[in-house]
């Protein structure tokens, strides 16, 4: 009975801040100025502009939707805590996951500033990026460049040499971890974008699916894009031994992480442990997307 409650409260609380947002965007048979507006911002912005706190909450002192439990935790954009990244330039950043939660692996958002270069990742650690808003320059081998915009990535094997520059502002999400090596299998360099991806089928899923990296042996985790249209949702409810890192990109939701029921929005980051049961749903008017982190192709023992 105390889960359905709480189910039910967080449910109203989500439903109050959508009402809110259809005011604003304005859901009704005619579109408002700020409706226009939204259309004609960024991909990804509402990342950092998120709009599902309660109204009549956000101005609370300590309110924040943010979560930290043994098995899973919630961490939302107004509990973010930006310090300059180690060895970076101009570059301040907000560590969303890492092993103190219990993970294998760390998340972070990292803020490119003006004339910003990235430090090196620490030995044997491989690194996963993703462009969330402006455009970033990645140098490699006697100058060989990439320029990178939004939706596009990088993945860079341990001991790769490489920097991350910027000349105005962008930000990025990037992954990180001690790679576990598997003889006889070398990861390579991976540069692209999500739209180049397939579609890859998804039986008994109707959820959309595209995998950022190859699925050969080499590569000990995968990035998923996962996209959903208002109302669809996950059949399975998931328990398994693989570890998660999530970032939602777009739109809004609800996602059970153990006996928990959690509103989520753009922005929102979730860590999953293994083994705990979860399960999301987008809710709203627009299509839900949120790039996933999930360790592939190792044995856990």
């Not at 996951?97 to 430090?119: C, D, Q, W």
């Not at 081998?141 to 990088?154: P, Q, R």
């Not at 990035?223 to 959903?228: L, P, T």
Request: aromatic residues 14%.
């Amino acid at each position: 009975m105390r889960s359905i409650f709480f189910f039910l409260l967080f449910l109203g609380l989500f439903n109050y801040a959508s009402s809110e947002e259809e005011k604003e965007e304005g859901f009704c048979s005619a579109p408002s100025v700020a409706s226009l507006e939204s259309k004609s911002k960024p991909m990804y912005w509402k990342v950092d502009n998120p709009t599902l706190s309660p109204f009549h909450l956000q101005d609370l002192p300590g309110f924040t939707r943010s979560v930290y439990k043994r098995d899973h935790a919630l961490i939302t954009p107004e509990s973010h805590v930006y310090s300059p990244l180690p060895d970076w330039i101009n570059t301040s950043g907000a560590y969303l996951i890492s092993p103190e939660t219990g993970s294998h692996f760390v998340m972070y958002l990292a803020k490119l500033k003006e004339n910003s270069r990235s430090g090196p990742p620490l030995h044997d650690v491989e690194r996963f990026f993703f462009v969330l808003q402006g455009a970033v320059t990645l140098t490699y081998a006697h100058g060989v460049s990439h320029i990178l915009k939004v939706d596009s990535y990088a993945y860079l094997p341990p001991g790769f040499e490489h920097s991350v520059e910027c000349d105005t502002a962008a930000t990025i999400v990037v992954f990180e971890r001690r790679y576990s090596l598997l003889r006889g299998h070398v990861p390579e360099l991976v540069v692209n974008s999500t739209d180049k991806q397939p579609l890859l089928e998804t039986p008994g899923e109707i959820f959309e699916l595209r995998k950022l990296l190859p699925t050969s042996l080499a590569y000990d985790f995968n990035i998923h894009i996962m996209d959903f249209q208002p109302g669809e949702f996950l059949n399975v409810k998931e328990v398994h031994y693989n570890q998660h890192g999530l970032l939602l990109l777009e739109g809004q939701g609800i996602y059970r992480l153990g006996d928990s029921w959690y509103p989520v929005q753009a922005g929102d980051a979730i860590w999953m442990a293994p083994f705990v049961p979860q399960w999301y749903a987008a809710l709203g008017k627009t299509p839900s997307r949120y790039l996933l982190y999930k360790d592939v192709n190792r044995s856990p023992l």
